[in-house]
Nanobody, 115 residues
Framework: QVQLVESGGGLVQPGGSLRLSCATSRSIFSIFRMGWYRQAPGKQRELVATITRRDMTNYADSVRGRFTISRDNAKNTVYLQMNSLKPEDTAVYYC?????????WGQGTQVTVSE
């Protein structure tokens, strides 16, 4: 079992930045892939970014070049640095830990981009 606790969400103006954190209850080095997903009202949950334990990253086209995913193995924490935020980035952001067949989700943190 892995508990995931997200933090760092909030309200920010367009063009601003936020950094999300996801603290895990287990060594993230033992988890094959960590990721961030998001779900906007009325839409399906979608991939934002993932990072493997070998530091291979993957990004959605809509965030590539603006968002950066990283991991701190010593702190068992994964981060999502979000820059140049747009109103369409508004969503609940979820942390995910995947090591087949295990698949864990956090409770989500709200990000709102608005004037």
């Amino acid at each position: 079992q892995v508990q995931l606790v997200e933090s760092g969400g909030g309200l920010v103006q367009p063009g601003g930045s936020l950094r999300l954190s996801c603290a895990t209850s287990r060594s993230i080095f033992s988890i094959f892939r960590m990721g961030w997903y998001r779900q906007a009202p009325g839409k399906q949950r979608e991939l934002v970014a993932t990072i493997t334990r070998r530091d291979m990253t993957n990004y959605a086209d809509s965030v590539r070049g603006r968002f950066t995913i990283s991991r701190d193995n010593a702190k068992n924490t994964v981060y999502l640095q979000m820059n140049s935020l747009k109103p369409e980035d508004t969503a609940v952001y979820y942390c995910n830990a995947w090591s087949s067949p295990e698949d864990y989700w956090g409770q989500g943190t709200q990000v709102t981009v608005s004037e």
